[in-house]
């Protein structure tokens, strides 16, 4: 296992056209996020899955925006009719989550698909 | 609402220097803080959190609540340190999970 993996890497497309990302995390994790990072900030949280669950999603997840983990293995994130504002990267972390209170795991990044819309 | 300050953008030092990246938290209950390091052309990783008391490459951060503070520090720095360096919030013990970060710090270690 190389650790969360993320394709496409780099993807540019015009404004109104649909995209999707995937993403593949480390294989025994349940837990899997969705971040944003735009230019001069940090990561910003979208949504996160426990397995297939969609348990929470931020109000910068717009109505454009729906990511899915059909199988609580990969995920995928998409976003109808971009917009310029949606250039970003997109990252992808998971973890391992085991329920116990007060325990937490390392959050693993994958590298990340950075979008331009033009 | 939760929040991570870092207040420098930048930050840059000369090999074998101190130096210390702020971080500085909004929350009322109790946080779980984390750095995470970015080197040219990797992924982010973790480098540290306050619940390990740990020190890695050098590094160590000290959880200060009544500062509501974090900061990061090391004695002698490393060319090898340069890179960008983020503080994170997440809401101990908290169902979601998810963390909060700064806006990043970056390090530049001059030879």
């Known amino acids: 296992d190389t650790g969360v993996s993320q394709d496409p890497r780099h993807k540019i497309t015009k404004r109104g056209q649909n995209v999707t990302f995937r993403c593949d995390p480390i294989?025994?994790?349940?837990?899997l996020y969705w971040y944003r990072q735009t230019l001069g900030q940090g990561p910003e949280f979208l949504t996160y899955f426990q397995n297939e669950a969609q348990l929470e999603k931020s109000r910068l997840l717009s109505d454009r925006f729906s990511a899915e983990r059909p199988k609580g293995s990969f995920s995928t994130l998409e976003i109808q009719r971009t917009e310029q504002g949606d250039s970003a990267m997109y990252l992808c972390?998971?973890?391992?989550?085991?329920?116990?209170?007060?325990?937490?795991?390392?959050?693993?990044f994958g590298p990340g698909t950075r979008l331009t819309v033009t | 609402a939760q929040r991570v300050t870092q207040p420098e953008k930048l930050l840059s030092v000369f090999k074998g220097a101190p130096v210390e990246l702020k971080c500085n938290y909004s929350?009322?209950?109790?946080?779980?803080l984390f750095w995470y390091v970015q080197y040219s052309r990797q992924r982010l990783q973790l480098l540290l959190r306050h619940i390990s008391r740990e020190s890695i490459k050098g590094f160590t951060a000290d959880l200060n609540k009544g500062e509501t503070s974090f900061h990061l520090k090391k004695p002698f720095a490393q060319e090898e340190d340069s890179a960008m360096y983020y503080c994170?919030?997440?809401?101990?013990?908290?169902?979601?999970?998810?963390?909060?970060f700064g806006k990043g710090t970056k390090l530049s270690v001059k030879p």
């Open positions: 972390a998971s973890s391992f989550d085991s329920g116990l209170a007060g325990v937490s795991y390392e959050q693993y």
């Open positions: 294989s025994e994790h349940n837990r």
């Open positions: 929350y009322s209950g109790s946080p779980e």
């Open positions: 994170a919030l997440r809401l101990y013990g908290g169902s979601q999970g998810n963390l909060i």
